[in-house]
């Protein structure tokens, strides 16, 4: 029995987050970085660094605080951009109900 391809476009798939992130372990591996070092960069919504499960936690989402993108790049000049979430600054909070209005 033959599986046929699935060629559904609404279900993203999770292929570049993958190699993204292989990439990025090898940079890591390649420079001696470590998640724990990383994440002394990085801020945490308490403001305090966080920790490596955190940080791996971060990068394996499509897009990270703009602080945090700033950060990693500053503290490692030679970490390729594309190896990062999109840097995106994103509300806390409940998202507003589309079809709703205000008042």
């Known amino acids: 029995m033959q ?3 699935n060629h559904n476009q609404s279900v993203p798939a999770p292929q570049d ?3 993204r992130m292989r ?3 090898v940079w890591k591996v390649e420079n001696g970085v470590t998640w724990e070092e990383m994440g ?3 801020r945490g919504v308490t403001g305090r660094s966080v920790t490596g499960n955190a940080v791996q936690k971060a990068l394996r989402g499509a897009r990270m605080p703009v602080s ?3 950060a990693l790049r500053d503290a490692y000049p030679n970490l390729p951009a594309e190896l990062l979430p999109t ?3 994103v509300p806390p909070g409940p998202k507003p109900k589309a079809g ?4």
């Open 87 to 89: 840097p995106v600054d």
């Open 40 to 42: 002394q960069h990085m």
């Open 100 to 103: 709703t209005s205000a008042g």
């Open 68 to 70: 945090n993108h700033k």
């Open 17 to 19: 987050a993958d190699v």
């Open 3 to 5: 599986i046929a391809p």
């Open 23 to 25: 990439r990025l372990r």
